[in-house]
């Protein structure tokens, strides 16, 4: 079976990372209506419609630094070299086209400076020739997001979020926010509480109800609480607002809103929010369309979670082993044969 090619929707752009929590690194999956939400899954796009200019983060759950840390030496450059940020800056287009990669690290090192020097690393502010705009920070913070490994760039993103929000930063404050929603550390934190604050300011404030964002936001953190109906009066509100035009998060949007419909055993409509997903490319509507479908549609679910595979659910392959495994009315043999090859394709390094 051919798997579907990935739309605009499905691709990375910028691949925010992790916040943390008072105590320890968090690195939570994109949170799921099934079995297969304690697999890693991929990070989804930051979506950025042709009329839009601004790029918001589309998180991986978060990891946030306890405030104990802040005198620690996970706010460092020792093992993020210039080498890893021009390598993010080179796979990423224009996203990040407003700074050389090697001006992006002249101010990551002066904001490591003033954490060293004492500055709050949820508040650093520099003046004079070292001053770092509040958007240049949000960037910053991205392409710390996409720097694999050392737990500091998950530190630094965190940092340079909250100290972009402080400045009054829109996208810093809802990029922030919706990883201590995803990793389920949203109001446990006191450090990042003006964070939060900010953030429900977007939600309640002056414009409330007019940023399809924040409502997106509000939709996720309601669903993690576990109040559906909630959830999709709000994430039905940010499709409104947003319109025809769309939003930064509206893929994100969507995906909430076909879980929570499911969660509420709406399962026509949440079908036709997911299959419209997966039409589109993204492989976390295919995993949750192929987990709804797998003990009535054998053949549809399997069709669902190879598209997710294919199209960066690597660790899908494994449970389709083990549906090989289960299925009825072929050989042992065959059986075997199919298992083994779903758990080679499940290893990372294996060629197709």
Known sequence: MAARPSSRASRLLL????????????????????????????????????????????????????????????????????????????????????????????????FVAAIKGGASPWAV????????????????????????????????????????????????????????IRSGSFGRMPALRPVEERFRRLVDGKAAGADSDALTGQGELLF????????????????????????EWRPHCELCLGKALLKLGRRDEATEVL?????????EADVELGQMLRGTDRKGAEQHLYAAACNGRQDIFSHLSEMALEQEGSSPEDRRRWAMEWSRLADPRAEY
């Not at 916040?19 to 697999?39: A, G, Q």
């Not at 039905?236 to 769309?246: D, F, I, M, S």
């Open 15 to 110: 691949r925010p990372q992790p916040s943390s929590s008072p105590s320890t690194w968090l690195r939570p999956p994109l949170t799921s209506s099934h079995p297969l939400s304690h697999t890693p899954a991929p990070r989804l796009p930051c979506y950025r419609p042709a009329h839009q200019s601004r790029c918001y983060a589309a998180p991986r759950a978060p990891k946030v630094v306890a405030p104990a840390a802040a005198s620690s030496p996970v706010f460092t450059l020792d093992e993020i070299p210039l080498s890893a940020v021009e390598a993010v800056v080179a796979r990423n287009g224009d996203a990040f086209g407003a700074l050389s990669a090697e001006e992006y690290y002249r101010h990551a090192q002066a």
């Open 125 to 180: 502010t520099l003046t004079g020739r070292d001053a770092i705009p509040a958007e240049t920070l949000h960037q910053l913070a991205c392409i710390m997001r996409q720097i694999r490994g050392p737990r500091s760039a998950d530190a630094l993103a965190t940092s340079l979020w909250s100290s972009a929000s402080a400045l009054g930063h829109r996208a810093a404050t809802l990029s922030l926010a919706r990883q201590l």
């Open 224 to 247: 993690e609480q576990g109040r559906f109906e909630p959830a999709v009066a709000t994430l039905r509100r940010a499709l409104q607002v947003g319109g025809a035009l769309g939003f």
């Open 275 to 283: 299959e419209a997903l997966a039409a589109a490319g993204l492989p």
